[in-house]
Structures are given as C-alpha cells and as structure tokens.
DNA sequence: TAGATTGTTAATCGATTAACAATC
DNA sequence: TAGATTGTTAATCGATTAACAATC
C-alpha cells in the first residue's frame, strides 16, 4: 500500500484524537491506535515534511491540519454527481464533499420521475444538460453512480467536457480506459470488496 | 496488493469476456484487458492451482468457475444488513448477495417509520429484535451500515451473537478491535477513498 | 514437428521494519 | 543534563517482474 492510501486514514485518527482532547501523540501511542508500526507512522510523515519534534511527539492538531493540506481538502474543487439512485443519495447523506476538498455543484439524472426534486440544497438536473451546465461551471471531478450500461457514455462525454477526475462506483474499469489522458481515477468497486469478505467468510469456516 | 484482493477483479473480468462470447484467453491478452502483467496473472492463478494449459491458455468459463470455487461465491453464507438509510438500501439494490457468496436473512433498524416497510423480500424488522432473531437464525455475517456513534455497541452486540464477519461502512476500525479474536473484516471507508481523489485532483491541478 | 503459452524458478524492485544518531 | 522520541539510514521482507524450461 501506499503512503497516500494512508495519508486519508491518518486524517481521520487525527480528527477521532483531537475529538478526544489529546494534544499530543508520540508515533508509537499513534502506531497503538491506528494499527500501523511506529517506524511506518515516522517514515510516512517524512516524506511529506519535519511534523514532529524529537523528545516530544507530534503536535495532533498540527499534524492533521498538515496532512489535511496535503491531501487537499481544504480546497474547493468543483464537482458534480451523476446518477441520484439510492448510492448517489446514500453518498450525499453520508459525506461531507466540503470538508473533503469538493463543492457540490450539481445532481443529474436521466429519471423524469426525480429530475426537478430536490435533495438537500440542489435540485435534480436533466443529463441533457450536462453539456450546457459544464460547459458554464466548468467542474473538475464527477462522481459516477449511473449503471453500468450507460457507465462508459457517460464517461466519455464528461472527459469531452473537461472533467479531470472520476469517483467511480461503476463495475467499468476507467482506470485502465484513461490511462494515457491526465485523468484521475478513484475506483469503488463494491462488488469486489464483498466477494473479498466472502472469501475471508470461507476461510473462517473451513478452519 | 494481495493475490486475494485481485480475485474478485479476475472474476468480474471473466464474466465480462464469457458474455462477450470470448471461450479461451492467453495470460498476454488478459492482462491487456485487466491491467496487470501477464505474469502476476500466471503467478496468481497458480497459488490455487494449474488452470491453464501450455500453449492454449485458459479457457475463460473453467476459470471463472474455478475462482467463483476460490472466493466461495457459490456458497449462502447466511448474513444481516443493520441500518436500512440510504446506503443500506442503495447495497440492496445494488448488489446480488446470492451471487457473492451470501443468503441475506434479514434487515434490521432503529427507526420505528420505518421498521415494519418491505424492502425487496426483506421486512425491515426492529433492532430489539436482533438478539432473538441471531439466536434462532445464526448470521454469521453482518453489514454495518449504521452511524458511527452506534457501531460499536452493535458491533459488541453482533460479536456476542456468534457473527464472524463484517462488511464495515462505519468511520469505526473493527479489524484493529478485533484482531484476536477470529473476526473477518472487510472496511469500506468511502471518506478515505473520497480523499484519495481529493489527493489525486491536486496533483493534476498542481502541475 | 513447430509454435504458443503455461508453470515455475530466479532476479528485481519497492515497501516495511529495525536501528540508532541527532536533538528537543 | 537525562530521557524521550524523532528523522533517517540500513536491513529485511514480500511482492512483482523477467526468464525460460516444460509441455500442450
């Protein structure tokens, strides 16, 4: 695994400690809670910068305002969701995009039935317009919750429309589709990550 | 990466070629389509056994049988789903448990507006009733889709009634808690994904 | 038989851990 | 100053890739 893949987690311990009160932390009480060694914890830290300081630890609130920046969630990428079924909605109740670097700009749908409604502060668009609304708000990131059938057209027109970045929950494997183009890709295959416990589950039993 | 983790992707790229229509597939041409090299894939298919043969490749139905057998996705693994929000029901809809390895036996849920309503098969029936309802029906698998201020009382709750496997979408890191005891865990922490591409977004945009 | 492609071993690479000198 | 703990280098480990003999 990689140190960005840990970098979110790391975020996260930071914020749970500094809910708790805790000012301080020294790598190997940080190592205790968040389930990584402490030379892990230090060597991960240094590539990014000097956060802490010999005989005392890391500063918490420091340290996660310092990891926060590098992850970037302090900024304010626009952003738009494709598809408001129950995962698109599931995910706009569930996360704060603010807080993770993102503003929402829009909602589509292809539903004539949801298109108009309005879920928290933003009504739900037409996909027709897509073209139309990019092309104003010019926004950097999607999040693709659409099915997998209209996955890859969908895709393709938002690359077209200057969308840098996917938050991918289809089974479609944009990683591999964009690999030359600068294009991000953050794949959630839900799928996947079930049929990893199903193999765990099988194991557990067969012991 | 582990051999474990990338069966479910071998698998899902399997059943797209076995619709395509595709019968027999060479390690070389697979790894074009999957990404990886042909070695790791020549590599991981023999940890489990010897699918191919010299000179044909692989036929793509043996193999995708032969690792549904490895991930267990032929089995019904009796499970529960606690917390039917958005993203319990977004899972339901979404997901072909009993094509995962999994019977869902029931949903469970706190919020009486709710409890009672028929989702798919399931009625949604009333946490009280959980401890009745493990006791005769067994779970040994549980998807946490409750808010984080619940998971770990529930978490206790399930563990005590004999469930060995959670599908965690809880903030909360089971896999650390419980680490000795023969726990499966299988995190799903979309906020640390979401931040990933956060991460991802500001290097393309820093260049 | 010749060509193709696996199974498998050996070489390489990268990531994790251990160790310790620097320093607060 | 002494104790604690980082920053950083070196050692270890595991995973990935390359190579090729086996064989269909």
Redesign the pocket.
């Known amino acids: ?3 960005t893949r840990r970098l979110p987690r790391y975020y996260r311990c930071l914020g749970d400690l500094a809910d708790k009160g805790v000012e301080r ?6 190592a205790k809670i968040i389930g ?5 914890i ?5 590539c990014f ?10 500063n918490v609130a420091v340290l996660q305002r310092e990891i926060g920046r590098i992850l970037a969630v302090d900024r304010n990428f626009p952003a738009i969701l494709i598809g408001a079924g129950n995962l698109g909605l599931a995910l706009l109740n569930h996360l704060r995009f603010e807080q993770r670097g993102f503003e929402l700009l829009g909602i589509f749908d292809n539903n004539p039935e949801i298109v108009g409604k309005t879920v928290r502060d933003w009504s739900i668009l037409d996909i027709d317009r897509l073209e139309d609304f990019c092309s104003t708000n010019h926004p950097i990131a999607a999040i693709l919750c659409v099915p997998d059938s209209a996955a890859q057209e969908i895709a393709d027109r938002l690359v077209a429309l200057g969308v840098k970045a996917f938050w991918n929950f289809t089974h479609l494997n944009l990683s591999l589709i964009y690999d030359k183009e600068d294009i991000a890709v953050e794949n959630v295959h839900l799928g996947d990550s079930l049929m990893t416990l199903t193999y765990l589950v099988s194991e557990l039993t067969e012991k």
Request: aromatic residues 18%; neutral net charge; hydrophobic residues 30%.
């Open positions: 695994m990689s140190v932390i020294s790598s190997r009480e940080f990584f060694t402490a030379s892990q230090r060597q991960d830290l240094n910068g000097g956060f802490g300081q010999q005989g005392y630890g890391y």
